[in-house]
Nanobody
Framework: QVQLVESGGGLVQAGGSLRLSCAAS????????MGWFRQAPGKAREFVAA????????????SYARSVKGRFTISRDNAENTVYLQMNSLKSEDTAVYYC????????????????WGQGTQVTVSS
């Protein structure tokens, strides 16, 4: 029904940057919200950022976790059905598997609110 594929993860030095991509396919995302979550070994999956996904409007709303606010930016490219996460000033504590998620409703920060998930992409920040 819905497929989400993340890419762009890798190894980066502390203070560096990465840009993650999430390509969506399988149905219309005109009323979808997209979120980024991350999960480190032994820890619960946590909210990172979310954005409203709407191909019919030019404006959007976004939300960020306190731990990444000011460093990460979520954006979208409706023509490509893709959402991005620009990560700057990376810290070792940002190391985790990052997941893209979608829900057909309002922007939310609770992972249980999202219906569809990608396979994840590993981000490793070294000191």
């Amino acid at each position: 029904q819905v497929q989400l594929v993340e890419s762009g993860g890798g190894l980066v030095q502390a203070g560096g940057s990465l840009r993650l991509s999430c390509a969506a396919s399988g149905r219309s995302f005109s009323s979808a919200a997209m979120g980024w979550f991350r999960q480190a070994p032994g820890k619960a999956r946590e909210f990172v950022a979310a954005i409203r996904w709407s191909g019919g409007v030019t404006s959007y709303a976004d939300s960020y976790a306190r731990s990444v606010k000011g460093r990460f930016t979520i954006s979208r490219d409706n023509a490509e059905n893709t959402v991005y996460l620009q990560m700057n000033s990376l810290k070792s504590e940002d190391t985790a598997v990052y997941y893209c998620a979608a829900r057909f409703g309002l922007v939310a920060t609770n992972p249980s609110s999202y219906n569809y998930w990608g396979q994840g992409t590993q981000v490793t920040v070294s000191s």
